[in-house]
């Protein structure tokens, strides 16, 4: 499962509204606040560019899996309409989930046709799709 930013920050307020016991103190409260300041600030890089990241990956599936319709099937036209109606985090992972489903079972049966520039063109995404989902952690504290 992949945590939502919401459930994140949620779980941030929690950890830092409820005081825990004595002995969580000193070091494990430095550590602990430590954890929510990082998730904290990967989630303020998410909230910058994961709209933008998330349309963008969204057209760039839907566009291979229209394509590929012509020599791989009509479903895979079908599933390329998939959008949402919005454009909250919610619909559009939505939209993605769905659309990711048909691209992983449209790159099965190009592997399965041997058509090697589908191939390459879908690998190629993947890799574009992971280089704007990437979030910059912080160079670690000299000790």
């Known amino acids: 499962m992949t945590p939502a930013l919401p459930d994140i920050l949620r779980g941030n307020f929690m950890a830092l509204a409820i005081p825990g016991p ?67 985090l919610e619909a559009l992972d939505r939209a993605n989930a769905a659309l990711r489903r048909g691209l992983i079972a449209l790159h099965e049966a190009v592997e399965a046709a041997g058509d090697l520039l589908r191939h390459k063109m879908i690998v190629g995404l993947y890799g574009q799709m992971a280089e704007r989902r990437n979030l910059e952690l912080p160079p670690l504290p000299a000790r």
């Open 22 to 88: 004595p002995e969580q103190q000193g070091e494990f409260m430095t550590g602990r606040v430590g954890v929510i300041a990082l998730l904290s600030l990967l989630a303020a890089q998410e909230v910058e560019r994961g709209t933008q990241a998330r349309v963008w990956e969204n057209a760039a599936i839907a566009a291979v899996l229209a394509k590929a319709a012509e020599t791989y099937g009509v479903q895979y036209a079908e599933i390329a309409s998939t959008g949402p109606v919005d454009l909250s």
